[in-house]
């Protein structure tokens, strides 16, 4: 059961240091998608909220006014929505934060870069121009089962795949966000080569990652790995270390595809 309740905030933008980004806007605070591998709640340093993520949604009501000042007093920048939630959380339908957000950003001509997991986006279609949006989304895997079982409680891959086309059609840049890449659960080669397929058809540029086990991921993950990858944990932290074989071998992997089919392909952290 989600707990949902408003809170205001001071600002709306922050200064992101995420590549291509100049500033984030998180117009909820917590996720109500709860991925397993999720690491956003490791941001704030508290181990009682990510022990509760994916448990409330909190909207931040008066982010549009506190926006709309904010603009007034800080440089044009590429605007990241969002960073540390979903921008397009169930609640959005209902209060339209991110929408309204993005009416003030556009109207100051702030070039904005989504990145979602729910096809809720596609309600904004008439608001994002490909001049100055780009739209990316997280796939980690096209297993219905699975992407369930890793927590996406909320949306669908097929339903983000119709995100590319539709944006892609109108001109928009899009990108699949492939990630976490988890070893041995999403890393085989049909899932791989069937996301590149996808991207290659959407004209999509592929940006991948591993795992990244900040503090209480593997405890998030310990019921699914313990039902459906029995053994996996206690090797996980060796395979995805940065220079581990194991990802040496994925990254050459997955490149060296993504050449051949003409796709192009970064890691998010290179
Ligand atoms: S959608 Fe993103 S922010 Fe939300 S739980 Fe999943 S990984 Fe975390």
């Known amino acids: 059961m989600i707990k949902y309740s408003y809170i205001t905030c001071k600002e709306a933008l922050s200064y992101s240091r995420l590549l291509g980004l100049d500033y984030s806007l998180n117009p909820y605070f917590g996720c109500e998608h709860g991925c397993i591998y999720c690491y956003s709640p490791s941001v704030f340093r508290n181990e009682k909220i990510a022990r509760n993520w994916g448990n409330f949604v909190k909207a931040k009501i008066n982010i549009v006014d506190v926006l709309s000042k904010q603009l007034k007093k800080i440089p044009k920048g590429v605007v990241g929505i969002s960073t540390v939630t979903d921008p397009y959380q169930p609640l959005e339908a209902k209060l339209q ?51 369930k079982k890793l927590g996406s409680k909320t949306y669908s891959p097929e339903s ?40 290659k058809r959407t004209k999509s540029e ?19 790995l313990e039902n459906e990858r029995f053994g996996l944990k206690d090797r996980l932290p060796f395979l995805i270390t940065k220079n581990s074989e194991y990802w040496r071998t994925f990254r050459a992997r997955i490149e060296a595809l993504c050449l051949r089919e003409g796709v192009q392909c970064k890691p998010a952290f290179p």
């Open 160 to 199: 983000l795949i119709q995100v590319l086309e539709e944006f892609s059609d109108k001109g928009v840049d899009t990108w699949i966000f492939l990630g976490p890449i988890i070893p041995e659960v999403n890393d085989d080669e049909e899932n791989i080569s069937k996301l590149v397929d996808i991207a």
């Open 206 to 224: 592929i940006i991948y990652d591993k795992l990244n086990l900040k503090p209480w991921i593997l405890d998030s993950m310990e019921k699914f």
């Open 97 to 147: 934060l991110t929408r309204k957000c993005i009416e003030v950003l556009s109207a100051n001509n702030f070039p904005i870069s989504i990145q979602t997991k729910s096809d809720l986006v596609l309600r904004d279609k008439d608001l994002i121009k490909p001049e100055r949006f780009d739209i990316g989304v997280t796939i980690i895997t096209l297993d219905n089962d699975l992407s």
